[in-house]
Protein backbone atom coordinates (compact mmCIF):
# COMPACT_ATOMS: atom_id res chain seq x y z
CA UNK A 1 0.00 0.00 0.00
CA UNK A 2 1.40 3.65 -0.93
CA UNK A 3 0.63 5.76 2.01
CA UNK A 4 2.33 8.94 0.31
CA UNK A 5 -0.29 8.41 -2.53
CA UNK A 6 -2.76 7.68 -0.41
CA UNK A 7 -2.26 11.05 1.41
CA UNK A 8 -1.48 12.91 -1.97
CA UNK A 9 -4.96 11.87 -3.83
CA UNK A 10 -6.89 12.95 -0.37
CA UNK A 11 -5.57 16.53 -0.43
CA UNK A 12 -6.31 16.52 -4.20
CA UNK A 13 -10.08 15.78 -3.07
CA UNK A 14 -9.81 19.27 -1.13
CA UNK A 15 -9.52 21.33 -4.47
CA UNK A 16 -12.60 23.13 -5.39
CA UNK A 17 -12.85 25.15 -8.93
CA UNK A 18 -11.03 28.20 -9.85
CA UNK A 19 -8.44 28.19 -7.02
CA UNK A 20 -4.92 29.16 -6.80
CA UNK A 21 -2.94 26.74 -5.49
CA UNK A 22 0.70 26.38 -3.80
CA UNK A 23 2.36 23.45 -5.56
CA UNK A 24 5.08 21.80 -2.68
CA UNK A 25 7.73 19.50 -3.51
CA UNK A 26 8.87 15.84 -2.61
CA UNK A 27 7.75 12.85 -2.96
CA UNK A 28 4.00 12.78 -1.56
CA UNK A 29 2.93 16.20 -2.98
CA UNK A 30 4.31 14.14 -6.70
CA UNK A 31 1.11 12.46 -6.14
CA UNK A 32 -0.77 15.51 -4.88
CA UNK A 33 -0.07 17.42 -8.41
CA UNK A 34 -1.02 14.07 -10.37
CA UNK A 35 -4.05 13.83 -8.87
CA UNK A 36 -4.67 18.01 -9.21
CA UNK A 37 -3.44 17.20 -13.16
CA UNK A 38 -6.05 14.53 -12.98
CA UNK A 39 -9.18 16.50 -11.65
CA UNK A 40 -8.41 19.14 -14.46
CA UNK A 41 -8.75 16.76 -17.03
CA UNK A 42 -11.92 14.32 -15.65
CA UNK A 43 -13.64 17.19 -14.16
CA UNK A 44 -12.85 20.03 -16.33
CA UNK A 45 -12.02 22.74 -13.02
CA UNK A 46 -9.84 25.60 -14.06
CA UNK A 47 -7.21 26.03 -11.39
CA UNK A 48 -3.85 27.64 -11.27
CA UNK A 49 -0.75 26.43 -9.21
CA UNK A 50 2.21 28.42 -7.89
CA UNK A 51 5.13 26.14 -7.66
CA UNK A 52 7.60 25.92 -5.04
CA UNK A 53 10.78 24.60 -6.71
CA UNK A 54 11.83 23.24 -10.40
CA UNK A 55 10.17 19.97 -9.34
CA UNK A 56 6.55 20.90 -8.95
CA UNK A 57 7.32 23.03 -11.96
CA UNK A 58 8.13 20.12 -14.60
CA UNK A 59 5.30 18.03 -12.45
CA UNK A 60 2.77 21.02 -12.76
CA UNK A 61 3.83 21.33 -16.56
CA UNK A 62 3.53 18.14 -17.23
CA UNK A 63 0.28 17.20 -15.77
CA UNK A 64 -1.26 20.52 -17.49
CA UNK A 65 -1.54 22.84 -14.67
CA UNK A 66 -1.25 25.90 -15.32
CA UNK A 67 1.34 28.08 -13.45
CA UNK A 68 1.50 31.44 -11.73
CA UNK A 69 3.10 33.68 -9.54
CA UNK A 70 2.67 35.14 -5.89
CA UNK A 71 3.38 38.66 -8.14
CA UNK A 72 0.18 37.18 -9.44
CA UNK A 73 -2.00 35.85 -7.53
CA UNK A 74 -3.26 35.04 -3.57
CA UNK A 75 -2.76 31.54 -2.70
CA UNK A 76 -6.51 30.32 -1.65
CA UNK A 77 -4.49 26.57 -0.53
CA UNK A 78 -0.90 25.43 0.03
CA UNK A 79 -0.21 21.52 0.16
CA UNK A 80 3.23 20.02 1.06
CA UNK A 81 4.76 17.66 2.39
CA UNK A 82 7.01 17.09 5.76
CA UNK A 83 10.28 14.93 7.40
CA UNK A 84 8.64 15.69 10.52
CA UNK A 85 5.33 16.99 12.33
CA UNK A 86 5.12 16.83 16.07
CA UNK A 87 1.56 17.09 18.04
CA UNK A 88 1.11 20.69 17.84
CA UNK A 89 1.71 20.47 14.23
CA UNK A 90 4.90 21.78 13.99
CA UNK A 91 7.50 20.85 11.06
CA UNK A 92 10.76 20.00 10.03
CA UNK A 93 11.23 20.33 6.23
CA UNK A 94 14.06 20.54 3.96
CA UNK A 95 14.78 17.26 2.40
CA UNK A 96 14.51 18.04 -0.99
CA UNK A 97 16.15 21.60 -0.10
CA UNK A 98 13.06 23.82 -1.43
CA UNK A 99 12.13 24.62 2.36
CA UNK A 100 12.93 28.63 1.72
CA UNK A 101 10.49 28.99 -1.22
CA UNK A 102 8.04 26.29 0.09
CA UNK A 103 7.86 28.94 3.30
CA UNK A 104 7.00 31.59 1.51
CA UNK A 105 4.23 30.08 -0.50
CA UNK A 106 3.11 28.09 2.48
CA UNK A 107 2.90 31.03 5.16
CA UNK A 108 1.17 32.95 1.74
CA UNK A 109 -1.44 30.52 1.50
CA UNK A 110 -5.19 31.18 3.41
CA UNK A 111 -5.17 27.05 4.41
CA UNK A 112 -2.12 24.62 4.60
CA UNK A 113 -2.69 21.48 4.22
CA UNK A 114 0.42 19.06 5.14
CA UNK A 115 0.31 15.43 3.47
CA UNK A 116 2.38 12.54 4.55
CA UNK A 117 2.54 8.74 5.81
CA UNK A 118 1.58 8.32 9.21
CA UNK A 119 5.38 7.51 10.12
CA UNK A 120 6.52 11.49 9.94
CA UNK A 121 4.65 11.66 13.49
CA UNK A 122 6.92 12.35 15.93
CA UNK A 123 6.66 13.44 19.91
CA UNK A 124 9.28 16.01 19.55
CA UNK A 125 11.31 17.14 16.78
CA UNK A 126 14.67 16.58 16.29
CA UNK A 127 15.04 13.04 14.42
CA UNK A 128 15.52 14.68 11.26
CA UNK A 129 18.43 17.48 11.27
CA UNK A 130 17.25 21.08 10.21
CA UNK A 131 18.04 21.98 6.87
CA UNK A 132 19.39 25.77 5.99
CA UNK A 133 19.86 27.40 3.22
CA UNK A 134 23.47 30.11 3.54
CA UNK A 135 24.99 31.79 1.35
CA UNK A 136 27.98 29.93 0.63
CA UNK A 137 30.33 32.90 1.77
CA UNK A 138 28.86 32.59 5.34
CA UNK A 139 29.82 28.67 6.29
CA UNK A 140 32.59 29.15 8.72
CA UNK A 141 30.29 31.69 10.64
CA UNK A 142 27.45 29.81 10.58
CA UNK A 143 28.80 26.58 11.40
CA UNK A 144 30.35 28.77 14.25
CA UNK A 145 27.18 30.16 15.83
CA UNK A 146 25.16 26.72 15.04
CA UNK A 147 27.85 25.03 17.15
CA UNK A 148 27.20 27.38 20.36
CA UNK A 149 23.36 27.00 20.18
CA UNK A 150 24.27 23.10 20.98
CA UNK A 151 23.85 21.66 16.85
CA UNK A 152 25.86 19.76 14.95
CA UNK A 153 26.30 21.47 11.13
CA UNK A 154 27.26 19.45 8.00
CA UNK A 155 27.20 20.89 4.60
CA UNK A 156 24.76 18.36 2.67
CA UNK A 157 26.85 16.78 -0.22
CA UNK A 158 25.27 16.00 -3.52
CA UNK A 159 24.61 12.57 -4.81
CA UNK A 160 25.28 12.54 -8.14
CA UNK A 161 28.01 15.22 -8.77
CA UNK A 162 30.65 16.19 -6.61
CA UNK A 163 30.26 18.67 -4.25
CA UNK A 164 27.59 20.56 -2.18
CA UNK A 165 23.43 20.23 -3.02
CA UNK A 166 22.66 23.90 -4.21
CA UNK A 167 19.21 25.19 -3.96
CA UNK A 168 17.47 26.08 -7.03
CA UNK A 169 18.33 29.45 -6.16
CA UNK A 170 21.95 29.05 -6.21
CA UNK A 171 22.70 28.71 -2.28
CA UNK A 172 24.44 26.10 0.17
CA UNK A 173 22.18 23.69 2.11
CA UNK A 174 23.39 22.53 5.40
CA UNK A 175 22.20 20.29 7.45
CA UNK A 176 21.86 21.13 11.39
CA UNK A 177 21.56 18.28 14.19
CA UNK A 178 19.69 18.86 17.80
CA UNK A 179 20.10 16.33 20.09
CA UNK A 180 16.60 17.69 21.21
CA UNK A 181 14.12 20.62 20.07
CA UNK A 182 12.43 21.74 23.33
CA UNK A 183 10.96 25.19 21.38
CA UNK A 184 10.58 25.15 17.76
CA UNK A 185 9.05 28.05 17.26
CA UNK A 186 12.06 29.90 19.30
CA UNK A 187 14.96 27.68 17.45
CA UNK A 188 13.30 28.43 13.79
CA UNK A 189 13.51 32.67 15.14
CA UNK A 190 17.37 31.73 16.20
CA UNK A 191 18.71 30.40 13.51
CA UNK A 192 17.01 32.77 11.14
CA UNK A 193 18.67 35.56 13.26
CA UNK A 194 22.06 34.15 11.97
CA UNK A 195 23.66 36.60 9.59
CA UNK A 196 24.19 34.60 5.96
CA UNK A 197 21.12 32.36 6.73
CA UNK A 198 18.46 32.64 4.20
CA UNK A 199 15.64 30.18 5.70
CA UNK A 200 15.67 27.12 8.02
CA UNK A 201 13.55 24.41 7.89
CA UNK A 202 11.26 25.02 11.04
CA UNK A 203 7.97 25.59 9.83
CA UNK A 204 5.76 26.49 13.17
CA UNK A 205 2.32 28.06 13.36
CA UNK A 206 1.22 27.31 10.01
CA UNK A 207 -0.31 24.39 9.25
CA UNK A 208 -4.20 24.29 9.24
CA UNK A 209 -4.62 20.52 8.39
CA UNK A 210 -2.52 17.38 7.89
CA UNK A 211 -3.76 14.48 5.98
CA UNK A 212 -1.49 11.10 6.59
CA UNK A 213 -2.37 8.01 4.58
CA UNK A 214 -1.97 5.15 6.77
CA UNK A 215 -2.42 0.89 6.80
CA UNK A 216 -6.21 1.73 7.81
CA UNK A 217 -7.08 4.52 5.20
CA UNK A 218 -6.85 8.32 5.29
CA UNK A 219 -6.45 10.06 8.76
CA UNK A 220 -7.33 14.07 9.05
CA UNK A 221 -5.82 16.30 12.16
CA UNK A 222 -7.23 19.29 12.55
Not at 15 to 30: A, C
Request: proline content about 5%; overall charge negative.
Amino acid sequence: MNLKKIAGFAAAEEIKDNQIIGLGTGSTTHYFIEKVGMKIKEENIEVMGIPTSYQSFLLAKQWKIPVTTLDEHDIDIAVDGADEIDPDFNLIKGGGAAHTLEKIVDYSANELIIIADDSKLVDKLGKFPVPLEIISESVKPVFSAIHDMGGKPKIRIAKYKDGPVISDKGNFIIDAKFEKIDNPIQLEKDLNSIPGVIENGIFSQMVDKVILGTNDGVKVLK
